[in-house]
């Protein structure tokens, strides 16, 4: 059974920064892939970042390259998204995810285990 509490999301003037985390407990993880999704209100929930097991590779949705940079702490059983250069069009509730395998992963099938969200609400 492994948990994942998201943290650090919150309101930010257009341009600033947050720094959102991920904190995982029970079971093994350090050996999967970790993503990070968001959804807006009205829309459905899309890809944002995905780091591989080891944190050597990355993929990053085309909206964020560039803002965003997603990172691990296995020692720590934490994965970070600092978010950069925020836009309002950012605003949306953030989710981590536990992927199925090590192996970087875009699609919500490839990812077994989610926290609850946070939110992240940029104004202009």
């Known amino acids: 059974q492994v948990q994942l509490v998201e943290s650090g999301g919150g309101l930010v003037q257009a341009g600033g920064s947050l720094r959102l985390s991920c904190a995982a407990s029970g079971g093994t993880w350090s050996t999967n892939a970790m993503g990070w999704f968001r959804q807006a209100p009205g829309e459905e929930r899309e890809f944002v970042a995905t780091i591989d097991w080891s944190g050597s590779s990355t993929i990053y949705a085309n909206p964020v390259k560039g803002r965003f940079t997603i990172s691990r702490d296995n020692a720590k059983s934490t994965v970070y998204l600092q978010m950069n250069s925020l836009k309002p069009e950012d605003t949306a509730v953030y989710y981590c995810?536990?992927?199925?395998?090590?192996?970087?992963?875009?699609?919500?099938?490839?990812?077994?285990?989610w926290g609850q969200g946070t939110q992240v609400t940029v104004s202009s």
């Open positions: 995810a536990r992927s199925k395998g090590r192996s970087l992963s875009i699609r919500m099938y490839q990812y077994d285990y």
